[in-house]
């Protein structure tokens, strides 16, 4: 039997575990002509993770095949999750949920309006997630937790969708890139630039990584707090990836003690506060822009930023394969957002709009 993603091909037994097809993969692979001749270092490469779906990419996507699956499988019919108001994760989880006929009810809590953050606010509403504003993030676990224990159809979702089964996406997505490297689509990385939140998607690609046998070694670029996104946790999360998997087949080998050396988790681009833009982020925004790449600065920006200092304290050297992993969806929205008028949302959200006129 053919199997329908990377990581099932490469281990048939895990193909038991619950698993939808939610993105268009692969996503491409190419070089960063002008980066590379910029910057003067071997080679650099990005795989494009925005391009995970043409209405709202990214990297949820890759958690949620796993994600979706489960919620589907235990017959949920709603989905509770948190964020900020320019919640991606919420975003992506409200857009793509509905292809499948999930609801979405968000939990969120006030963050800078940026125009980034108003235009996934309005597609939040447009896309018909219901909208609960809370005052910290005590009032937002505890809403969440009232609401699962009256509604017997709802599922709640990690921030992130960060649990060990959404992890599982991205172990998958490092298998993915094993299949391009295989078909010498790209030369295999000796460093790979991933930005870490909420912790899944580092710690998949960690993880698949090692399993896949590949020599990458992950710069993780830390763009919430140290003490959340910290290596520990990252390492923490991949170990309990492996565990589901080898539940599933126990020939799949114990690498969690492998695993710490591969990784670097490097908080010096994140500027000190969630969501705030740094000089470097900018510097990166621009700069990537030559490559025909469109960053942001809450996540991408910063971890390009990091590719560009390390390449400059000569922390690579002259001839490293270096690939820069974008996981923000590159899709345009103004579509969505031209349909939608704010004082459409729950009255509690007007404010942000209106705090920027
Ligand atoms: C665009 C983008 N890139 C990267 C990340 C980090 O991924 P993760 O939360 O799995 O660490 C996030 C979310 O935190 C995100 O929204």
Same mark, same amino acid.
């Given at each position: 039997m053919v199997q329908e993603n990377p990581l099932f091909r490469a281990y048939p037994k895990l193909s038991s575990i619950p698993w939808i097809s939610v993105l268009n993969p692969p996503t491409p692979v190419h070089k960063m002509e002008e980066l590379t001749r910029i910057l003067d270092i071997g080679e650099i490469w990005v795989k %494009? !993770?925005? /391009?995970?779906?043409?209405?709202?990419?990214?990297?949820? +996507?890759?958690?949620y095949e796993f994600v979706f699956a489960d919620i589907l499988k235990k017959n949920k019919k709603r989905i509770l999750t948190q964020g900020s108001i320019g919640t991606n994760h919420g975003l992506a989880t409200t857009i793509h949920a509905k292809r499948f006929g999930l609801k979405t009810h968000l939990f969120l809590?006030?963050?800078?309006?940026?125009?980034?953050?108003?235009?996934?606010?309005?597609?939040?509403?447009h896309f018909g997630a219901k909208l609960s504003l809370l005052k910290n993030n005590f009032h937002r676990k505890l809403a969440v937790k009232v609401n699962l224990f009256f509604d017997r159809k709802a599922y709640s979702v990690v921030i992130g969708a960060s649990s060990p089964l959404g992890t599982l996406g991205f172990v998958n997505a490092a298998f993915e890139l094993k299949e391009q490297i295989d078909k010498k689509l790209m030369p295999e990385p !000796?460093?790979?630039? #991933?930005?870490?939140?909420?912790? =899944?998607?580092? =710690?998949? /690609?960690? /993880? &698949?990584?090692?399993? =896949?046998q590949l020599k990458s070694q992950v710069i993780g670029i830390g763009v919430t707090d140290p003490s959340w996104s910290s290596k520990e946790a990252t390492l923490d999360l991949a170990t309990k990836a492996l565990e589901i998997m080898r539940s599933k087949d126990l020939s799949i080998p114990d690498v969690s003690k492998k695993l710490s050396k591969r990784l670097i988790v490097d908080h010096a681009y994140f500027g000190g506060l969630?969501?705030?833009?740094? $000089?470097? @982020?900018? $510097? @990166? #925004?621009? /700069? @990537? *822009?030559?490559? &025909? +790449?469109k960053l942001e600065y809450v996540y991408t920006g910063k971890t390009l930023?990091?590719? #560009?200092?390390?390449? %400059?304290?000569? *922390?690579?050297?002259?001839? $490293?394969?270096v690939l820069y992993w974008n996981t923000k969806s590159s899709a345009d929205l103004s579509y969505y957002t031209k349909k939608t008028n704010y004082q459409d949302l729950p009255i509690k959200f007007h404010k942000f709009f209106e705090k920027v006129k």
């Open positions: %494009r !993770d925005d /391009l995970t779906h043409e209405t709202y990419g990214g990297n949820k +996507l890759r958690k809590l006030e963050q800078e309006p940026s125009p980034n953050v108003l235009e996934n606010l309005l597609c939040h509403h !000796d460093k790979i630039f #991933i930005t870490v939140g909420s912790l =899944a998607t580092c =710690a998949g /690609l960690v /993880l &698949g990584l090692e399993l =896949a969630y969501g705030k833009s740094t $000089e470097e @982020a900018l $510097e @990166a #925004i621009e /700069l @990537a *822009k030559e490559d &025909g +790449l930023s990091g590719l #560009i200092d390390y390449s %400059r304290k000569s *922390k690579i050297s002259k001839n $490293e394969v």
